[in-house]
Nanobody, 124 residues
Framework: QVQLVESGGGLVQAGGSLRLSCAAS????????MGWFRQAPGKERDFVAA????????YYADSVKGRFTISRDNAKNTVYLQMNSLKPEDTAVYYC?????????????????WGQGTQVTVSS
């Protein structure tokens, strides 16, 4: 089992920045690819970004490319999502998740463990 706890959400004005953190505990964190997803009210959960176990590979949804950066610190069992130039349409609950394989993770599939989510609200 892997337990994931997100933090760092909040209210920010359009154009602002936030950094989300996801702390992991349980099985060896560094063996997992990690991803961020988001779910806006009334919509399905969407893939945002993923990072391989070694941090050698990253992948982003087109909607956030150039604005968001995913990173990880395996020594701290933590994955981050730096969000810049935020837009009102980025408003959602953001979830981190862990996947055993990169081949599915970068496409938004194969995630076995999920956090409870953190709310991000971007005002116009």
């Amino acid at each position: 089992q892997v337990q994931l706890v997100e933090s760092g959400g909040g209210l920010v004005q359009a154009g602002g920045s936030l950094r989300l953190s996801c702390a992991a505990s349980g099985r060896t964190f560094s063996r997992y690819a990690m991803g961020w997803f988001r779910q806006a009210p009334g919509k399905e959960r969407d893939f945002v970004a993923a990072i391989s176990w070694s941090a050698g590979s990253t992948y982003y949804a087109d909607s956030v490319k150039g604005r968001f950066t995913i990173s990880r610190d395996n020594a701290k069992n933590t994955v981050y999502l730096q969000m810049n130039s935020l837009k009102p349409e980025d408003t959602a609950v953001y979830y981190c998740a862990a996947a055993a394989g990169w081949d599915k993770a970068y496409r938004g599939f194969g995630y076995d463990y999920w956090g409870q989510g953190t709310q991000v609200t971007v005002s116009s």
